[in-house]
């Protein structure tokens, strides 16, 4: 055998094996989302959306408690952190790029978008549940609205980074003051950008579990206010799937299918929009 | 004169009330790690050094050590890397070289799109339906062809270390992938051109060009893939299996930190066992904190010298 057949060969190998690896990585994942589509599409029906849990064994009920709780606390989560990462990007990117404080952030941020959400679970139970104690909606939201943060600090950071610099210079050879400058002109360029990064933060919290473990706990009751025990999707999930019994087991796929497709729903919407824009 | 004096000071209000965010995600990573360490304190003085390796964990007589969760917690990660490196590299590779030109981007959307799966479904998917797949299959063909290794010993039950981490190197596969085909589009076209012009072959272009060219980025994706599975608890709590013991073999079920935070942590009775949980947590971000820390200085680091 020659030196080019050798090569051939090898070639040939490493080829069909990395083939075989894109073939695999395929095949397991459209087996894993086939399986939440067939078993969760099967579970879900008007109940499902409309009544509140049955308890533990009997048939039928729904989950709708912890649909609107999911949507609540994340709709809280995000109403604390989007302003709070708004304006500690537009600090990274407008005054912070070389200064210490604006590093230490910056560092501190990616630390933190990769942080295990478990931990954030155990800090907040720490600080608000043991606090106010007791379990409450407030905690699940500040959990989630922690892991958010972080995300929302670093897009919108590169979002305003991302804008123009002829944009800044023409706002202010016209006399615009920079905080002028900053809210009427450059967060109206990066504003598609910032969304995004937004919805994608989103996209992330809406299936996260481990911070609400601790937090929000659940609950099969509708909720009073955000200060007791809330049901929620995710934590509802986890509870059903470790149950014994078969209905609660198809519930949990129900959920997770709506999970799933909620999440996936929303990050093909921001990449579209990400898309036509660059 | 009074108005550019009042623009001014809008400006300064602006920046100041900017800096007082940027300066609250500092203080929030500060308050995380001391709130942490204070509440751990009850266990720290209790077990001392000694609680990262004691392998006793006994709620009854409050005797508690971290060895089982953290070997579990290392090991788990450990093997979903073996796994999901060479897989993810592999299909990084058809990505940017073999695949045909209508495939790539469809199919790397398809790999983007499987990172943002929350990981509950991961876990749940390995539940009900990898690890009965394990038990009834996998397992017992691994235990008659290989069962002379003690790895690969024991009886087979499905959830367990292998399984676990199964779950976990295909969650962190679309990651590890994504990442890794995007630093090879950045090699320059230039370069393996020139190497196919030379009379390479792919694998070759591949070996020499793209692999040497991206490894920073390729080394920087796994580091942070790492940071991921070392932390990931709902993917994990599902399948490994919550049992306190030590075992050569993969198939006995075992435990991460996070699977016993997530099991244990709202039924903690005792004011030591809890602060011994919060331990745990303490332990977890801090190894999690080094892995991400390396991985942004080696990234940085890249980014200094491919400026040069």
Not at chain 1, 2 to 7: I, P
Not at chain 1, 94 to 114: C, K, N, P
Not at chain 2, 170 to 189: E, G
Not at chain 2, 281 to 298: E, H
């Amino acid at each position: 055998m020659n030196n080019m057949q050798r090569r051939k060969i090898i070639n040939g190998t490493v080829l069909v094996l990395s083939t075989a690896a894109a073939m695999i990585g395929l095949v397991m994942l459209t087996w894993i989302l086939g399986d939440v589509a067939i078993k969760g599409a099967s579970a879900i029906n008007w109940d499902f959306f409309t009544q509140l849990p049955s308890p533990p064994g009997d048939e039928g009920g729904g989950l709708a408690n912890a649909i609107v709780g999911t949507l609540l606390m994340t709709v809280v989560a995000t109403l604390i952190s989007v302003p709070f990462g708004v304006m500690a990007g537009t600090y990274l990117s407008e005054f912070g790029r070389q200064t210490a404080l604006g590093s230490t952030a910056r560092f501190v941020a990616d630390i933190l978008v990769s942080a295990p959400s478990i931990v954030i679970g155990v800090f907040v139970y720490l600080l608000v549940v043991k606090t106010m104690g007791n379990f409450s909606g407030w905690a699940g939201a500040i959990a989630l609205s922690i892991i958010m943060l972080p995300v929302i600090t670093r897009t919108t950071e590169e979002m305003l980074r991302m804008v123009p610099k002829e944009m800044r210079e023409s706002a202010l050879a016209l006399g615009a003051p920079y905080c002028k400058m900053l809210v009427q002109v450059i967060y109206r360029c990066a504003m598609t950008g910032m969304i995004t990064g937004i919805m994608l933060a989103v996209a992330r919290v809406a299936g996260e579990t481990a911070p609400l473990l601790f937090t929000s706990l659940n609950s099969p009751y509708w909720m009073q206010s955000m200060n007791e025990p809330m049901a929620n999707m995710t934590v509802a999930l986890f509870n059903y799937a470790m149950s014994p019994y078969d209905d609660w087991h198809a519930k949990a796929w129900g959920m997770a299918f709506l999970i799933t497709m909620s999440v996936l729903v929303v990050t093909i919407i921001t990449r579209i929009s990400l898309h036509k824009r660059s | 004169m009074n108005q550019a004096t009042r623009k001014l000071s809008g400006d300064t209000i602006f920046r100041a009330l900017t800096m007082t965010f940027a300066a609250g995600v500092v203080l929030l990573f500060v308050t995380l790690i001391v709130v942490l360490w204070k509440e751990s304190q009850l266990s720290i003085d209790a077990f001392g050094f000694g609680f990262l390796f004691s392998s006793d964990w006994n709620p009854v007589t409050e005797k508690f050590g971290a060895w089982i969760p953290i070997f579990g917690t290392l090991v788990s990660t450990f093997l979903a890397l073996l796994f999901a490196i060479p897989l993810s590299l592999g299909i990084a590779l058809f990505l940017t070289e073999l695949a045909p030109a209508w495939l790539r981007t469809p199919f790397g959307t398809a790999i983007e799109l499987l990172a943002a799966i929350p990981s509950i479904v991961y876990g749940m998917w390995g539940l009900f339906v990898l690890a009965p797949l394990m038990a009834d299959h996998v397992q017992p063909w691994l235990g008659e062809h290989l069962g002379f290794i003690p790895l690969f010993s024991g009886p087979s039950m499905g959830i367990g270390m292998l399984t676990a981490s199964l779950v976990l190197a295909l969650m962190i596969i679309p990651f590890i992938a994504s990442v890794t085909r995007d630093v090879f589009l950045m090699v320059p076209q230039n370069l393996k051109e020139a190497a196919y012009g030379l009379g390479c072959t792919t694998w070759e272009v591949a070996r020499d060009i793209t692999i040497p060219y991206g490894k920073k980025g390729i080394v920087g994706a796994v580091f942070l893939g790492m940071g991921r599975a070392l932390g990931e608890t709902m993917a994990v709590t599902f399948v490994i299996g919550n049992a306190y013991h030590l075992s050569w073999s993969l198939f006995a079920p075992g435990n991460s930190i996070a699977s016993t935070l997530a099991n244990e942590f709202t039924e903690a009775d005792g004011d030591l066992y809890l602060s011994s949980l919060i331990e745990l947590g303490l332990v977890l971000f801090l190894i999690t904190f080094t892995v991400l820390t390396l991985a942004q200085l080696w990234l940085r680091r890249g980014m200094q010298e491919s400026d040069r």
